[in-house]
Structure formats: structure tokens, C-alpha cells
């Protein structure tokens, strides 16, 4: 029996639910190793859009590992020493277009060592992050994520004409927009004040900034891909596409929380 799209996606999610709650619930190494595990398949599919083919098999695998090691170094070490880790992966990836170039300047090109190391920016450093918070923090910010997108999608679908960004993402309209962002101030509002400690307002412009974190993620991977011309960053999720494709929100609403901690305790 073959599955509708709603149904894949529907199957998906619930799948991938239960493994972030069993994540959460075990924490420690395994909460570790399924956001390494999460870095290492979004990094290498960000390094596919750029490079389809099979020739640059060695500069992917040189990034996903170099991703690996920025997250087992933040989780398991210091914040110097992530540092440190980048610091030392700019100069090999420089060192990487020098020599190349030393031996064929007319085919070296500075742009896959730059393409390289944005990645590491883009995903395992921002991912990163989930490992220095609570299961609270994590839930809050996957909340705040998830309540945008779906009220966007119902939002936009019952009442979306008026296209937001057309050039970027022609089928997200302005009621989508509005009605995520609505969504998420009431949603981790409500959630804020059971769990955390904050008055209620710092916990709406909390909500806020996350979604337009959110929205501008997004919009990001859509122009990203509409430039590479790839539908999908990935075909690893049946019905959602890439691991990429469900997580680039996050990737710049977890720093922008994290900037938030560090004004006020919210947990």
C-alpha cells in the first residue's frame, strides 16, 4: 500500500517525536549523540546543494567530521576550546586553497573552503547549544518553532492571498506569517509562565524574537535553495524532505535564545 504525502509526514513526525522525548528522557551521551547525529546528516546535506556530484566526496566528509568534532567539543569540553577547534579548521580549510592553488591556480577556488566552513557556522555550531540546556529550555524552543510553523500552515492555507517574501518563498502569505507569530507569544507565553520564571511580558518578547528567528531561518534555506535549485535539501524524512528542511528555523532561533539567557534566567 503506498502512502499519501499527509500520511508520510504524519508517520514522520510522530517518529520523530518519540525520539526526541526518548532523547530528552535518557539525556547525558545519547542526548549528545542525537544532536551529533542530527549535525552530521543536516551538515552533509547542506554540502550536497553546493556540490552534487561525487567529486568533492573527501571536502564533504573532511566537513562532517570537522561538524562532529564541534559538537562533541562544546558537549564535552569548554567553550575555549570550540574556539580554539574553529580557530584551527579556518586555517586548515585556508591551507587547503593555498595548496591547491600552489598546484593548479586555474582550478583552485577559495569559495569550497568558505562554503566548508559557513557550514560549520550555519549547523553544528548553532545545534550545538541544545547540549548546555535543560529539557525545558529544549522543549521551549521546539515549541516556539513548532507552534509557528503550524499556525502558519493553517494560518495560510484558510486565509493567505497576500504573499510575504514571493521571490524568496512564493506559497508563505502575510496571514501565515501573522498567525505563527500569535501562535507562538501565546503558545511559549503559556508555557513560560507554568514552567519558567519570568514575568509575563519578558516571556512574549521572548516568543517574539524566537519566531522571527524562526521565519527568517526559514526564509533563508528557501532562498538558499531557490539559488542552488534544489527542491528539497534532503530525501531522509519521507514527506518533510531533508533533516535540514526541519530544522532550519531552529538553527538561528536556538542562538538567539541563548543571547536571551544570558539577559535574563528564564529557567
Not at 151 to 167: E, V
Not at 224 to 242: A, N, T, Y
Request: include cysteine; proline fraction near 3%; hydrophobic fraction near 50%.
Amino acid at each position: 500500500m503506498t502512502l499519501s504525502s499527509l500520511q508520510q509526514r504524519i508517520i514522520t513526525s510522530v517518529l520523530l517525536v518519540l525520539a526526541l522525548f526518548s532523547a530528552l528522557y535518557l539525556g547525558g551521551y545519547i542526548l549528545i549523540g542525537a544532536v551529533t547525529l542530527f549535525a552530521a546528516v543536516a551538515l552533509n546535506e547542506f554540502y550536497s546543494m553546493f556540490w552534487k556530484d561525487k567529486s568533492h566526496y573527501i571536502a564533504k566528509l573532511l566537513g562532517v567530521i570537522s561538524g562532529i568534532a564541534i559538537v562533541l567539543t562544546a558537549s564535552l569540553s569548554s567553550p575555549t576550546r570550540v574556539i580554539i577547534l574553529l580557530l584551527a579548521l579556518f586555517w586548515v580549510y585556508n591551507f587547503k586553497f593555498l595548496f591547491s592553488y600552489s598546484a593548479n591556480p586555474d582550478t583552485a577556488s577559495y569559495k569550497n573552503s568558505l562554503i566548508l566552513f559557513s557550514g560549520l557556522i550555519y549547523i553544528p555550531l548553532s545545534l550545538q547549544f541544545l547540549t548546555s540546556m535543560t529539557s525545558w529550555e529544549i522543549l521551549f524552543v521546539l515549541l516556539s518553532s513548532s507552534a509557528s510553523d503550524t499556525a502558519a500552515f493553517y494560518a495560510g492555507t484558510y486565509f493567505g492571498k497576500k504573499k510575504i517574501w514571493p521571490r524568496i518563498s512564493p506559497k508563505k502569505s502575510w496571514a501565515g506569517s501573522i498567525g505563527g507569530f500569535i501562535a507562538c507569544i501565546v503558545c511559549c507565553t503559556v508555557y513560560g509562565r507554568a514552567l519558567g520564571n519570568a514575568p509575563v511580558l519578558y516571556w512574549a518578547v521572548l516568543a517574539a524574537s524566537l519566531n522571527i528567528a524562526s521565519q527568517m531561518g526559514d526564509f533563508f534555506e528557501s532562498a538558499l535553495k531557490r539559488k542552488l535549485d534544489v527542491k528539497d535539501s534532503g530525501k531522509i524524512l519521507p514527506g518533510h524532505g531533508g533533516v535540514l528542511d526541519r530544522i532550519d528555523s531552529l538553527v538561528l532561533a536556538l542562538p538567539v535564545y541563548i543571547l536571551a539567557r544570558q539577559i535574563h534566567a528564564f529557567f
